[in-house]
């Protein structure tokens, strides 16, 4: 599996930022940042005229992003027959609180990733690409657990998409209204920060006694996400 490039994309027509462009960002270090730190994508595509955006697992190996979805599903069956996608991921930071309403934000990161995906029909590149989505939501615990078996494997699609057409777009800071006449409002302007916070593991009730819960379960903690 290829190594990602380290060199910033040349920006296509339709990954170009254009509402603010300077909070865009074609640098394949930023794009794979966002990516590895989210735990939800959406994935989006074109079915007979009807539009369907739907939440799922992804994850990134070098150069290719993957996403996760049953071999029953209809969103799986509908692409693989070579329909074009768009896949997203965000990252939520904060909200911002300006002195007007018009002015108020978040503070976010996001990347946009173009393309016609492909089925993976490879056993082994299905495999790595599922132990690639137990590390993206939690490291380790794929050591710890039985491993898809046969069927398990024939009941999952995964698809892949080269992130050879991608933009990540940033929003960070103050609001943008100090300079204005709003400025002299007596009214509270700022940032609130948001985390993701992990809070203490709770067993299965079936859980059988004496088993603990493992460090990585209970010193949870996303790079990215958590800082």
Same mark, same amino acid.
């Given at each position: 599996m290829s190594?990602?490039?380290?060199?910033?994309?040349?920006?296509?027509?339709?990954? /170009?930022? /254009? /509402? &603010?462009?300077? $909070? *865009?960002?074609?640098?394949?270090?930023?794009?794979?940042? &966002? $990516?590895?730190? #989210?735990?939800?994508? @959406?994935? *989006?595509?074109? @079915?007979? *005229?009807q539009p369907f955006v739907i939440p799922t697992l992804h994850s990134r190996i070098g150069d290719v992003l993957y996403v996760h979805g049953s071999a029953a599903s209809r969103t799986l069956k509908s692409v693989a027959? #070579?329909? /074009?996608?768009?896949?997203?991921?965000t990252l939520l930071d904060g909200i911002v609180l300006a002195r007007s309403i018009f002015e108020h934000s978040i503070d976010y990161r996001s990347v946009v990733v173009l393309g016609a995906a492909r089925l993976i029909d490879d056993p082994e590149e299905?495999?790595?690409?599922?132990?690639a989505f137990s590390e993206q939501v939690l490291p380790g615990r794929w050591d710890?657990?039985?491993?898809?078996?046969?069927?398990e494997l024939k009941a999952t699609s995964i698809l892949a998409l080269p992130l050879t057409e991608a933009s990540a777009k940033i929003s960070a800071g103050p609001p943008e209204d100090a300079e204005s006449p709003d400025g002299a409002l007596d009214v509270w302007a700022g940032?609130?920060? $948001?985390?993701?916070?992990?809070?203490?593991?709770?067993?299965?009730?079936a859980l059988r006694a004496g088993i603990p819960v493992p460090p990585y379960a209970a010193e949870y903690h996303r790079p990215g996400l958590t800082d």
């Open positions: 190594e990602p490039a380290d060199t910033a994309a040349v920006p296509t027509d339709r990954t /170009r930022v /254009r /509402r &603010i462009p300077e $909070l *865009g960002a074609y640098d394949r270090p930023t794009i794979d940042a &966002i $990516l590895d730190a #989210g735990i939800v994508a @959406h994935l *989006g595509f074109v @079915h007979e *005229g027959e #070579g329909l /074009r996608v768009c896949v997203t991921v299905k495999l790595a690409a599922l132990h710890d657990c039985r491993p898809p078996s046969d069927q940032n609130i920060p $948001l985390v993701v916070t992990a809070k203490a593991p709770v067993p299965d009730p």
